[in-house]
Protein backbone atom coordinates (compact mmCIF):
# COMPACT_ATOMS: atom_id res chain seq x y z
CA UNK A 1 0.00 0.00 0.00
CA UNK A 2 1.24 3.69 -0.37
CA UNK A 3 2.16 4.84 3.11
CA UNK A 4 3.25 2.89 6.18
CA UNK A 5 1.51 4.43 8.66
CA UNK A 6 -1.01 2.34 9.08
CA UNK A 7 -0.53 -1.48 8.73
CA UNK A 8 -3.11 -3.81 8.53
CA UNK A 9 -2.56 -7.02 10.68
CA UNK A 10 -4.95 -9.34 10.91
CA UNK A 11 -2.84 -11.38 13.53
CA UNK A 12 -2.96 -8.17 16.08
CA UNK A 13 -6.80 -9.18 17.07
CA UNK A 14 -9.67 -7.06 18.75
CA UNK A 15 -7.91 -6.67 21.60
CA UNK A 16 -5.46 -4.19 20.37
CA UNK A 17 -6.37 -1.07 20.33
CA UNK A 18 -5.56 -1.08 16.65
CA UNK A 19 -7.32 -3.81 15.95
CA UNK A 20 -7.58 -3.85 11.80
CA UNK A 21 -11.88 -5.39 11.89
CA UNK A 22 -12.21 -4.80 8.83
CA UNK A 23 -10.40 -2.14 8.27
CA UNK A 24 -8.80 -1.25 5.11
CA UNK A 25 -4.15 -1.27 4.62
CA UNK A 26 -4.76 2.19 2.71
CA UNK A 27 -3.37 4.62 5.19
CA UNK A 28 -3.34 8.83 5.08
CA UNK A 29 -6.25 10.95 4.00
CA UNK A 30 -8.74 9.97 1.14
CA UNK A 31 -11.41 11.77 -0.14
CA UNK A 32 -15.35 11.54 -0.81
CA UNK A 33 -15.27 10.40 -4.99
CA UNK A 34 -18.55 12.13 -6.45
CA UNK A 35 -19.96 12.10 -9.99
CA UNK A 36 -18.93 15.68 -10.72
CA UNK A 37 -15.20 14.52 -10.17
CA UNK A 38 -15.54 11.27 -11.23
CA UNK A 39 -13.65 11.86 -15.23
CA UNK A 40 -11.18 14.32 -13.53
CA UNK A 41 -10.23 11.16 -10.92
CA UNK A 42 -10.25 8.43 -13.64
CA UNK A 43 -8.12 10.54 -16.26
CA UNK A 44 -5.92 12.81 -14.09
CA UNK A 45 -4.97 10.37 -11.69
CA UNK A 46 -4.91 13.10 -8.98
CA UNK A 47 -2.37 12.47 -5.92
CA UNK A 48 -5.10 11.20 -3.38
CA UNK A 49 -3.97 7.69 -1.70
CA UNK A 50 -7.78 6.40 -1.71
CA UNK A 51 -11.16 7.65 -2.46
CA UNK A 52 -14.59 6.65 -0.60
CA UNK A 53 -17.57 6.16 -2.88
CA UNK A 54 -21.69 6.16 -1.94
CA UNK A 55 -22.36 3.13 -4.41
CA UNK A 56 -25.95 3.88 -4.68
CA UNK A 57 -24.99 6.41 -7.00
CA UNK A 58 -22.83 4.31 -9.39
CA UNK A 59 -25.53 1.34 -8.97
CA UNK A 60 -28.04 3.18 -11.58
CA UNK A 61 -25.13 4.64 -13.61
CA UNK A 62 -23.46 2.22 -15.79
CA UNK A 63 -20.63 4.79 -17.26
CA UNK A 64 -19.71 6.34 -13.82
CA UNK A 65 -19.42 2.42 -12.69
CA UNK A 66 -17.40 1.71 -15.59
CA UNK A 67 -14.99 4.80 -14.78
CA UNK A 68 -14.97 3.75 -11.33
CA UNK A 69 -13.69 0.68 -12.17
CA UNK A 70 -10.76 1.99 -13.68
CA UNK A 71 -9.79 4.34 -10.42
CA UNK A 72 -9.95 0.90 -8.80
CA UNK A 73 -7.00 -0.13 -10.90
CA UNK A 74 -5.20 2.20 -9.67
CA UNK A 75 -6.41 3.11 -6.04
CA UNK A 76 -8.14 1.60 -3.13
CA UNK A 77 -11.69 2.03 -2.78
CA UNK A 78 -14.01 2.32 0.29
CA UNK A 79 -17.94 2.09 0.19
CA UNK A 80 -19.91 4.25 2.05
CA UNK A 81 -23.80 2.80 1.87
CA UNK A 82 -26.48 5.36 2.37
CA UNK A 83 -29.57 3.01 1.91
CA UNK A 84 -28.88 -0.43 4.15
CA UNK A 85 -30.97 0.90 6.98
CA UNK A 86 -29.20 -1.52 9.33
CA UNK A 87 -31.28 0.67 12.39
CA UNK A 88 -34.77 -0.54 10.70
CA UNK A 89 -37.12 -2.63 13.25
CA UNK A 90 -38.71 -4.15 9.49
CA UNK A 91 -34.97 -5.61 8.33
CA UNK A 92 -32.49 -4.10 6.18
CA UNK A 93 -33.59 -3.89 2.04
CA UNK A 94 -32.59 -7.13 0.80
CA UNK A 95 -32.90 -5.95 -2.76
CA UNK A 96 -30.69 -3.23 -2.22
CA UNK A 97 -28.43 -5.36 0.04
CA UNK A 98 -28.08 -8.13 -3.12
CA UNK A 99 -27.29 -5.48 -5.58
CA UNK A 100 -24.88 -3.74 -3.43
CA UNK A 101 -23.51 -6.94 -2.84
CA UNK A 102 -23.19 -7.84 -6.41
CA UNK A 103 -21.39 -4.13 -7.20
CA UNK A 104 -19.02 -4.99 -4.40
CA UNK A 105 -17.78 -8.40 -5.86
CA UNK A 106 -17.16 -5.97 -8.86
CA UNK A 107 -15.10 -3.58 -7.76
CA UNK A 108 -13.69 -5.26 -5.05
CA UNK A 109 -13.50 -2.22 -2.25
CA UNK A 110 -11.20 -2.57 0.90
CA UNK A 111 -14.11 -1.58 3.45
CA UNK A 112 -17.96 -1.14 3.42
CA UNK A 113 -18.82 1.34 5.97
CA UNK A 114 -22.91 2.96 6.47
CA UNK A 115 -24.57 4.58 9.43
CA UNK A 116 -26.30 3.53 12.45
CA UNK A 117 -29.65 4.65 11.55
CA UNK A 118 -32.49 3.82 9.63
CA UNK A 119 -34.03 4.57 6.65
CA UNK A 120 -36.19 2.58 5.67
CA UNK A 121 -39.91 1.67 6.81
CA UNK A 122 -43.31 -0.12 5.09
CA UNK A 123 -41.74 -0.26 1.76
CA UNK A 124 -40.69 3.34 1.87
CA UNK A 125 -37.52 5.15 1.54
CA UNK A 126 -36.78 8.45 3.84
CA UNK A 127 -33.95 9.36 2.01
CA UNK A 128 -32.33 10.66 5.48
CA UNK A 129 -30.25 8.53 8.36
CA UNK A 130 -32.98 8.76 10.73
CA UNK A 131 -32.51 8.45 14.58
CA UNK A 132 -32.99 5.47 17.00
CA UNK A 133 -33.29 5.14 20.82
CA UNK A 134 -30.34 3.44 22.19
CA UNK A 135 -31.38 0.44 23.87
CA UNK A 136 -31.73 -3.07 24.44
CA UNK A 137 -34.85 -3.68 21.24
CA UNK A 138 -32.98 -1.63 18.85
CA UNK A 139 -29.58 -3.45 19.66
CA UNK A 140 -31.35 -6.77 19.12
CA UNK A 141 -32.82 -5.12 15.63
CA UNK A 142 -29.24 -3.22 14.82
CA UNK A 143 -27.44 -6.83 15.52
CA UNK A 144 -29.36 -9.10 13.39
CA UNK A 145 -29.18 -6.55 10.58
CA UNK A 146 -25.67 -6.05 11.44
CA UNK A 147 -25.09 -10.25 11.03
CA UNK A 148 -27.29 -10.78 7.97
CA UNK A 149 -25.45 -7.74 6.21
CA UNK A 150 -22.30 -9.04 6.65
CA UNK A 151 -23.29 -12.57 5.82
CA UNK A 152 -24.10 -11.31 2.70
CA UNK A 153 -21.59 -8.91 2.04
CA UNK A 154 -19.01 -11.85 3.23
CA UNK A 155 -16.74 -9.20 4.72
CA UNK A 156 -17.10 -6.89 8.25
CA UNK A 157 -19.00 -4.11 8.14
CA UNK A 158 -18.22 -0.89 9.33
CA UNK A 159 -20.82 1.21 11.35
CA UNK A 160 -20.64 5.10 11.72
CA UNK A 161 -21.68 7.20 14.07
CA UNK A 162 -24.86 9.43 13.30
CA UNK A 163 -25.00 13.60 12.77
CA UNK A 164 -27.48 13.73 15.82
CA UNK A 165 -30.12 16.92 16.14
CA UNK A 166 -32.94 14.71 18.34
CA UNK A 167 -32.80 11.75 20.41
CA UNK A 168 -34.96 9.86 22.46
CA UNK A 169 -35.73 10.08 26.23
CA UNK A 170 -35.75 6.67 26.59
CA UNK A 171 -32.31 5.53 25.80
CA UNK A 172 -30.54 3.61 28.21
CA UNK A 173 -27.23 3.33 26.48
CA UNK A 174 -25.08 6.19 25.82
CA UNK A 175 -24.17 6.33 21.64
CA UNK A 176 -20.72 5.21 22.11
CA UNK A 177 -21.79 2.34 24.41
CA UNK A 178 -24.21 1.60 22.02
CA UNK A 179 -21.72 1.19 19.22
CA UNK A 180 -19.78 -0.76 21.72
CA UNK A 181 -21.83 -3.69 22.35
CA UNK A 182 -22.55 -3.47 18.52
CA UNK A 183 -18.99 -4.35 17.39
CA UNK A 184 -18.80 -7.10 20.33
CA UNK A 185 -22.13 -8.66 19.13
CA UNK A 186 -21.34 -8.34 15.74
CA UNK A 187 -17.16 -8.22 14.97
CA UNK A 188 -18.44 -5.34 13.15
CA UNK A 189 -15.89 -2.42 12.81
CA UNK A 190 -16.55 0.86 13.60
CA UNK A 191 -16.33 4.43 11.40
CA UNK A 192 -15.77 7.30 13.67
CA UNK A 193 -16.92 10.63 12.25
CA UNK A 194 -15.46 13.10 13.91
CA UNK A 195 -17.39 16.00 12.54
CA UNK A 196 -20.30 14.32 13.57
CA UNK A 197 -19.23 13.78 17.24
CA UNK A 198 -18.64 17.44 17.41
CA UNK A 199 -21.60 18.67 15.84
CA UNK A 200 -24.09 16.03 17.68
CA UNK A 201 -22.43 17.24 20.94
CA UNK A 202 -23.19 20.88 20.09
CA UNK A 203 -26.74 19.72 19.45
CA UNK A 204 -27.54 17.41 22.01
CA UNK A 205 -25.60 19.10 24.65
CA UNK A 206 -22.57 16.79 25.70
CA UNK A 207 -18.71 16.18 25.80
CA UNK A 208 -17.34 15.71 22.57
CA UNK A 209 -13.80 14.85 23.58
CA UNK A 210 -15.47 12.63 26.53
CA UNK A 211 -17.15 10.71 23.66
CA UNK A 212 -14.37 10.41 21.84
CA UNK A 213 -12.49 8.99 25.37
CA UNK A 214 -15.73 6.56 25.38
CA UNK A 215 -15.74 5.49 21.95
CA UNK A 216 -14.08 1.94 21.59
CA UNK A 217 -11.12 2.57 19.77
CA UNK A 218 -10.19 -1.37 19.00
CA UNK A 219 -12.99 -1.48 16.61
CA UNK A 220 -12.31 2.04 15.18
CA UNK A 221 -11.47 1.26 11.20
CA UNK A 222 -11.56 4.67 9.61
CA UNK A 223 -12.30 8.40 10.67
CA UNK A 224 -14.76 10.74 9.23
CA UNK A 225 -14.07 14.57 8.48
CA UNK A 226 -16.70 16.89 7.47
CA UNK A 227 -18.29 20.11 7.16
CA UNK A 228 -21.27 21.40 8.67
CA UNK A 229 -23.63 24.49 8.63
CA UNK A 230 -24.49 26.89 11.36
CA UNK A 231 -28.46 27.45 11.31
CA UNK A 232 -30.85 29.07 13.98
CA UNK A 233 -31.86 26.13 16.29
CA UNK A 234 -35.87 26.14 15.99
CA UNK A 235 -35.64 24.48 19.13
CA UNK A 236 -34.24 26.61 20.95
CA UNK A 237 -34.44 30.18 20.01
CA UNK A 238 -31.72 31.90 20.42
CA UNK A 239 -29.48 29.28 19.65
CA UNK A 240 -27.78 27.90 17.03
CA UNK A 241 -27.73 24.56 15.45
CA UNK A 242 -25.48 22.42 13.46
CA UNK A 243 -26.23 20.84 10.48
CA UNK A 244 -24.35 18.26 8.69
CA UNK A 245 -24.62 19.36 5.54
CA UNK A 246 -21.39 18.42 3.95
CA UNK A 247 -21.18 21.97 2.44
CA UNK A 248 -17.89 23.41 3.50
CA UNK A 249 -14.77 23.32 4.95
CA UNK A 250 -14.17 21.75 8.25
CA UNK A 251 -14.60 23.60 10.98
CA UNK A 252 -11.36 24.49 13.50
CA UNK A 253 -12.38 22.89 16.18
CA UNK A 254 -13.49 19.68 14.40
CA UNK A 255 -9.82 19.77 13.36
CA UNK A 256 -8.73 20.43 17.27
CA UNK A 257 -11.14 17.25 17.95
CA UNK A 258 -9.83 15.12 14.78
CA UNK A 259 -5.99 15.62 16.88
CA UNK A 260 -7.66 14.08 20.16
CA UNK A 261 -9.40 11.30 18.02
CA UNK A 262 -5.77 10.05 16.67
CA UNK A 263 -4.01 10.45 19.65
CA UNK A 264 -6.52 8.11 20.83
CA UNK A 265 -7.09 6.23 18.24
CA UNK A 266 -3.72 5.73 16.68
CA UNK A 267 -3.15 6.22 13.10
CA UNK A 268 -5.97 5.77 10.99
CA UNK A 269 -7.23 6.30 7.37
CA UNK A 270 -9.32 9.67 7.08
CA UNK A 271 -12.00 10.44 4.69
CA UNK A 272 -12.72 14.13 4.07
CA UNK A 273 -16.19 14.01 2.71
CA UNK A 274 -18.08 17.09 0.95
CA UNK A 275 -21.14 16.41 -0.73
CA UNK A 276 -22.99 19.99 -1.28
CA UNK A 277 -21.81 22.97 -3.27
CA UNK A 278 -19.14 20.80 -4.14
CA UNK A 279 -16.00 22.69 -4.71
CA UNK A 280 -13.29 21.81 -6.98
CA UNK A 281 -11.08 18.68 -6.45
CA UNK A 282 -8.10 20.78 -5.72
CA UNK A 283 -10.33 21.64 -2.57
CA UNK A 284 -10.74 18.37 -1.38
CA UNK A 285 -7.16 17.43 -1.66
CA UNK A 286 -5.86 20.25 -0.05
CA UNK A 287 -8.29 19.31 2.58
CA UNK A 288 -6.86 15.71 2.30
CA UNK A 289 -3.63 16.84 2.80
CA UNK A 290 -4.53 19.23 6.22
CA UNK A 291 -5.64 15.97 7.84
CA UNK A 292 -2.29 14.36 7.08
CA UNK A 293 -0.29 17.22 8.18
CA UNK A 294 -2.51 17.29 11.76
CA UNK A 295 -1.88 13.26 11.91
CA UNK A 296 1.70 14.18 11.20
CA UNK A 297 1.58 16.63 13.94
CA UNK A 298 0.13 14.54 16.72
CA UNK A 299 2.58 11.27 16.00
CA UNK A 300 5.50 13.36 16.25
CA UNK A 301 4.24 14.92 19.84
CA UNK A 302 4.38 18.67 18.16
CA UNK A 303 0.19 19.57 18.42
CA UNK A 304 -1.20 19.61 21.78
CA UNK A 305 -4.33 17.89 22.81
CA UNK A 306 -6.87 20.59 22.94
CA UNK A 307 -8.79 18.81 25.70
CA UNK A 308 -5.92 19.28 27.90
CA UNK A 309 -6.64 23.12 27.66
CA UNK B 1 -41.96 4.07 24.94
CA UNK B 2 -43.73 1.98 21.66
CA UNK B 3 -41.96 -0.76 20.45
CA UNK B 4 -39.29 0.03 17.80
CA UNK B 5 -41.55 -0.51 14.55
CA UNK B 6 -44.37 1.19 16.28
CA UNK B 7 -42.07 4.22 16.65
CA UNK B 8 -40.21 4.40 13.36
CA UNK B 9 -44.06 4.11 11.83
CA UNK B 10 -44.91 7.23 13.52
CA UNK B 11 -41.51 9.14 12.74
CA UNK B 12 -41.97 7.68 8.81
CA UNK B 13 -45.48 9.17 9.43
CA UNK B 14 -43.95 12.41 10.64
CA UNK B 15 -41.24 12.84 7.69
CA UNK B 16 -43.64 11.74 5.03
CA UNK B 17 -46.49 14.02 5.97
CA UNK B 18 -45.33 16.29 9.17
CA UNK B 19 -47.63 14.28 11.15
CA UNK B 20 -46.12 14.36 14.65
CA UNK B 21 -48.79 12.88 17.00
CA UNK B 22 -47.63 11.26 19.84
CA UNK B 23 -44.03 11.69 19.23
CA UNK B 24 -43.43 15.08 21.79
CA UNK B 25 -43.09 13.36 24.54
CA UNK B 26 -40.36 10.86 23.11
CA UNK B 27 -38.41 13.28 22.32
CA UNK B 28 -35.08 15.18 23.85
CA UNK B 29 -33.12 17.71 22.02
CA UNK B 30 -33.18 21.42 22.41
CA UNK B 31 -36.35 23.06 24.46
CA UNK B 32 -38.62 21.81 21.78
CA UNK B 33 -37.79 18.19 19.98
CA UNK B 34 -40.40 18.59 17.56
CA UNK B 35 -38.70 21.23 16.06
CA UNK B 36 -35.84 19.36 15.45
CA UNK B 37 -37.65 16.68 14.17
CA UNK B 38 -38.71 19.15 11.23
CA UNK B 39 -35.16 18.82 9.97
CA UNK B 40 -35.35 15.10 8.98
CA UNK B 41 -38.29 16.34 7.14
CA UNK B 42 -36.66 19.54 5.40
CA UNK B 43 -33.95 17.12 4.50
CA UNK B 44 -35.98 14.35 3.24
CA UNK B 45 -38.17 17.10 0.79
CA UNK B 46 -35.28 19.06 -0.37
CA UNK B 47 -33.12 15.93 -1.33
CA UNK B 48 -36.01 14.61 -3.18
CA UNK B 49 -37.42 17.85 -4.90
CA UNK B 50 -33.32 18.82 -5.60
CA UNK B 51 -32.93 15.57 -7.38
CA UNK B 52 -35.83 16.02 -9.62
CA UNK B 53 -34.77 19.21 -10.50
CA UNK B 54 -31.54 18.15 -11.48
CA UNK B 55 -33.45 14.97 -13.74
CA UNK B 56 -35.43 17.21 -15.43
CA UNK B 57 -33.56 20.64 -16.27
CA UNK B 58 -35.07 20.93 -19.52
CA UNK B 59 -38.82 20.53 -18.08
CA UNK B 60 -37.44 23.61 -15.92
CA UNK B 61 -36.49 25.43 -18.80
CA UNK B 62 -39.54 25.31 -20.36
CA UNK B 63 -42.03 25.84 -17.40
CA UNK B 64 -40.11 27.58 -14.91
CA UNK B 65 -38.26 27.45 -11.71
CA UNK B 66 -41.87 27.53 -9.60
CA UNK B 67 -43.16 25.59 -11.50
CA UNK B 68 -41.19 22.58 -11.61
CA UNK B 69 -40.44 22.77 -7.38
CA UNK B 70 -44.40 22.66 -7.22
CA UNK B 71 -44.84 19.62 -9.19
CA UNK B 72 -42.02 18.20 -7.69
CA UNK B 73 -43.30 18.45 -4.26
CA UNK B 74 -46.78 17.44 -5.74
CA UNK B 75 -44.65 14.24 -6.69
CA UNK B 76 -42.54 13.54 -3.64
CA UNK B 77 -46.22 13.80 -1.66
CA UNK B 78 -47.78 11.57 -4.30
CA UNK B 79 -44.79 8.67 -4.76
CA UNK B 80 -42.64 8.44 -1.77
CA UNK B 81 -39.32 6.18 -3.46
CA UNK B 82 -38.93 2.78 -2.13
CA UNK B 83 -35.44 2.30 -2.89
CA UNK B 84 -32.29 4.13 -1.92
CA UNK B 85 -30.80 4.66 -5.62
CA UNK B 86 -32.27 8.40 -6.04
CA UNK B 87 -30.75 8.16 -9.36
CA UNK B 88 -33.85 5.63 -10.55
CA UNK B 89 -36.74 8.15 -8.54
CA UNK B 90 -39.07 9.83 -10.91
CA UNK B 91 -39.73 7.70 -13.82
CA UNK B 92 -42.97 8.50 -14.21
CA UNK B 93 -42.91 12.52 -13.17
CA UNK B 94 -43.38 13.51 -16.46
CA UNK B 95 -47.03 11.86 -16.37
CA UNK B 96 -47.43 14.24 -13.31
CA UNK B 97 -45.91 17.17 -14.15
CA UNK B 98 -48.09 17.09 -17.49
CA UNK B 99 -51.32 16.17 -14.97
CA UNK B 100 -50.41 19.28 -13.31
CA UNK B 101 -48.82 22.19 -15.98
CA UNK B 102 -49.73 20.62 -19.70
CA UNK B 103 -53.03 21.91 -20.01
CA UNK B 104 -51.55 24.67 -21.21
CA UNK B 105 -48.28 22.75 -22.85
CA UNK B 106 -50.00 19.50 -24.01
CA UNK B 107 -46.70 18.24 -25.30
CA UNK B 108 -45.14 18.44 -22.14
CA UNK B 109 -45.41 14.96 -20.77
CA UNK B 110 -44.04 13.29 -24.17
CA UNK B 111 -40.96 16.11 -23.84
CA UNK B 112 -40.36 14.98 -20.15
CA UNK B 113 -40.05 11.77 -21.61
CA UNK B 114 -37.68 12.40 -24.24
CA UNK B 115 -35.72 14.44 -21.85
CA UNK B 116 -35.77 11.14 -19.39
CA UNK B 117 -34.97 9.37 -22.21
CA UNK B 118 -31.70 11.27 -22.47
CA UNK B 119 -30.49 11.03 -19.18
CA UNK B 120 -30.76 7.25 -19.18
CA UNK B 121 -29.33 7.18 -22.11
CA UNK B 122 -26.30 9.37 -21.72
CA UNK B 123 -25.16 6.76 -18.53
CA UNK B 124 -25.20 3.88 -21.04
CA UNK B 125 -22.60 1.77 -21.66
CA UNK B 126 -22.96 0.15 -25.28
CA UNK B 127 -22.00 -3.00 -25.84
CA UNK B 128 -20.30 -4.95 -29.06
CA UNK B 129 -22.38 -4.93 -31.77
CA UNK B 130 -23.51 -7.93 -33.62
CA UNK B 131 -22.19 -8.90 -36.76
CA UNK B 132 -24.46 -9.61 -39.61
CA UNK B 133 -23.41 -13.16 -40.36
CA UNK B 134 -24.36 -13.81 -37.03
CA UNK B 135 -27.96 -13.41 -37.77
CA UNK B 136 -27.82 -14.58 -41.24
CA UNK B 137 -26.13 -17.97 -39.52
CA UNK B 138 -29.58 -18.46 -37.90
CA UNK B 139 -31.76 -19.48 -41.54
CA UNK B 140 -35.18 -17.54 -42.38
CA UNK B 141 -37.38 -19.35 -40.00
CA UNK B 142 -35.17 -19.57 -36.79
CA UNK B 143 -34.51 -16.18 -37.67
CA UNK B 144 -38.19 -14.69 -37.76
CA UNK B 145 -38.90 -16.30 -34.26
CA UNK B 146 -35.86 -14.87 -32.62
CA UNK B 147 -35.41 -11.64 -30.84
CA UNK B 148 -32.93 -9.08 -30.69
CA UNK B 149 -31.13 -7.62 -27.47
CA UNK B 150 -30.67 -4.00 -28.46
CA UNK B 151 -27.91 -1.91 -27.02
CA UNK B 152 -28.70 -0.57 -23.52
CA UNK B 153 -28.71 3.18 -23.97
CA UNK B 154 -31.65 2.78 -26.98
CA UNK B 155 -34.97 4.63 -26.33
CA UNK B 156 -37.77 5.07 -28.13
CA UNK B 157 -40.71 7.19 -27.81
CA UNK B 158 -43.85 9.44 -29.71
CA UNK B 159 -45.00 12.49 -29.40
CA UNK B 160 -47.60 14.37 -31.35
CA UNK B 161 -45.37 17.25 -31.51
CA UNK B 162 -41.87 18.19 -32.75
CA UNK B 163 -40.29 17.57 -29.47
CA UNK B 164 -36.73 17.12 -30.69
CA UNK B 165 -36.82 20.40 -32.21
CA UNK B 166 -37.68 21.65 -28.97
CA UNK B 167 -34.97 19.66 -27.07
CA UNK B 168 -32.58 21.02 -29.74
CA UNK B 169 -33.46 25.06 -28.77
CA UNK B 170 -32.91 24.12 -25.32
CA UNK B 171 -29.62 22.62 -25.67
CA UNK B 172 -28.93 24.99 -27.91
CA UNK B 173 -27.73 23.52 -30.32
CA UNK B 174 -30.52 25.56 -32.64
CA UNK B 175 -30.62 29.08 -32.00
CA UNK B 176 -33.76 30.21 -34.08
CA UNK B 177 -34.82 33.91 -33.49
CA UNK B 178 -38.39 32.55 -33.10
CA UNK B 179 -39.29 29.12 -32.43
CA UNK B 180 -42.78 27.77 -33.69
CA UNK B 181 -43.46 24.44 -31.68
CA UNK B 182 -44.75 22.20 -34.77
CA UNK B 183 -47.60 19.92 -34.32
CA UNK B 184 -46.52 17.11 -36.13
CA UNK B 185 -45.65 13.40 -35.10
CA UNK B 186 -41.96 12.95 -34.23
CA UNK B 187 -41.13 9.07 -33.55
CA UNK B 188 -38.16 9.27 -32.03
CA UNK B 189 -35.00 6.55 -31.35
CA UNK B 190 -32.36 8.20 -28.38
CA UNK B 191 -28.86 6.60 -28.06
CA UNK B 192 -26.70 7.31 -25.87
CA UNK B 193 -23.59 6.05 -24.12
CA UNK B 194 -20.45 7.23 -21.68
CA UNK B 195 -22.07 11.02 -21.71
CA UNK B 196 -22.91 11.85 -25.48
CA UNK B 197 -26.35 11.17 -26.94
CA UNK B 198 -28.11 11.10 -30.65
CA UNK B 199 -31.79 11.94 -30.97
CA UNK B 200 -32.69 10.50 -34.65
CA UNK B 201 -36.45 10.75 -35.80
CA UNK B 202 -37.30 7.93 -37.50
CA UNK B 203 -39.84 7.01 -39.92
CA UNK B 204 -43.10 5.38 -39.01
CA UNK B 205 -42.63 1.59 -39.91
CA UNK B 206 -39.29 1.59 -38.76
CA UNK B 207 -39.94 3.11 -35.46
CA UNK B 208 -42.31 -0.02 -35.41
CA UNK B 209 -39.81 -2.29 -35.84
CA UNK B 210 -37.25 -1.18 -33.52
CA UNK B 211 -39.41 0.04 -30.83
CA UNK B 212 -41.29 -3.77 -31.00
CA UNK B 213 -37.84 -5.27 -31.01
CA UNK B 214 -37.06 -3.27 -27.79
CA UNK B 215 -40.18 -4.68 -26.13
CA UNK B 216 -38.75 -7.92 -26.57
CA UNK B 217 -41.47 -8.74 -29.63
CA UNK B 218 -39.78 -11.73 -32.05
CA UNK B 219 -38.30 -10.30 -35.20
CA UNK B 220 -41.91 -11.80 -36.75
CA UNK B 221 -43.93 -9.76 -34.76
CA UNK B 222 -42.09 -6.53 -34.96
CA UNK B 223 -41.76 -7.00 -38.74
CA UNK B 224 -45.96 -7.24 -38.69
CA UNK B 225 -45.87 -4.11 -36.66
CA UNK B 226 -44.25 -1.96 -39.25
CA UNK B 227 -46.16 -3.75 -42.07
CA UNK B 228 -49.12 -2.49 -40.80
CA UNK B 229 -48.06 0.95 -40.70
CA UNK B 230 -46.52 0.54 -44.49
CA UNK B 231 -47.36 -2.36 -46.47
CA UNK B 232 -44.90 -1.56 -49.04
CA UNK B 233 -42.57 -1.51 -46.01
CA UNK B 234 -39.22 -4.26 -46.62
CA UNK B 235 -38.35 -5.53 -43.25
CA UNK B 236 -35.31 -7.61 -44.31
CA UNK B 237 -33.80 -4.11 -45.39
CA UNK B 238 -34.51 -2.18 -42.11
CA UNK B 239 -32.98 -5.40 -40.28
CA UNK B 240 -29.48 -4.57 -42.17
CA UNK B 241 -29.47 -1.25 -42.07
CA UNK B 242 -30.44 -2.03 -37.76
CA UNK B 243 -27.32 -4.52 -37.60
CA UNK B 244 -24.93 -1.79 -39.74
CA UNK B 245 -25.73 0.60 -36.91
CA UNK B 246 -24.58 -1.31 -34.02
CA UNK B 247 -27.60 -0.80 -32.62
CA UNK B 248 -28.12 -5.11 -31.79
CA UNK B 249 -26.41 -6.91 -29.50
CA UNK B 250 -27.40 -10.23 -29.17
CA UNK B 251 -30.12 -12.62 -30.99
CA UNK B 252 -32.34 -14.99 -28.78
CA UNK B 253 -33.42 -17.84 -30.46
CA UNK B 254 -37.31 -18.09 -29.99
CA UNK B 255 -39.83 -20.68 -29.95
CA UNK B 256 -41.06 -22.21 -33.30
CA UNK B 257 -44.15 -20.00 -34.28
CA UNK B 258 -46.66 -21.38 -36.29
CA UNK B 259 -46.38 -18.34 -39.22
CA UNK B 260 -44.65 -16.30 -41.35
CA UNK B 261 -43.93 -12.56 -42.35
CA UNK B 262 -47.53 -11.90 -43.41
Avoid at chain 1, 58 to 81: D, V, W
Avoid at chain 2, 2 to 29: C, F, H, K, S, Y
Avoid at chain 2, 85 to 114: H, K, T
Wanted: proline letters at 7%.
Amino acid sequence: MRSARAIHDPERGRHSDAAPRGRFAAAGAGIGLRLPHLIEAATRAPSVPWFEIHPENFLANPHAAELLRSIAAKRPLAFHTVGLSIGSADGVDREHLERLRRFAADVEPLLVSGHLAWSTHGGTYLNDLLPLPYDEETLRVATANVHEVQHALGRPYVVENPASYVGFGSSTLAEAQFLAELAGATGCGLLCDVSNVYLSAANMGYDAYAYIDAFPAYAVAELHLGGFTREPDAATPGREILIDTHAASIDGSVWDLYAHALARFGPQPTLIEWDNELPPLATLIREAAHAERVALEVFAGERADASAR
Amino acid sequence: MPPLAELQRDIARAVLAGDTAGLAPLLVGGTEPLARLAIHRHHYESSLTGALAQKFPAVGWLIGAEALASAAHAYVAARPPSAPCIAEYGEDFPALVAERVGGILPYLQSFAELESAVGRASIAVERAPLGWSEIASLGATALLDARLELQPGIYYTRSAWRIDELFETYLGLARPETFVLRAEPSALEVRGSRGNVAIERLADPVYELRSALAAGSTIADAAAAALERDVSFDPGRALRELVAAGLATAIVRGEPSTGGLP
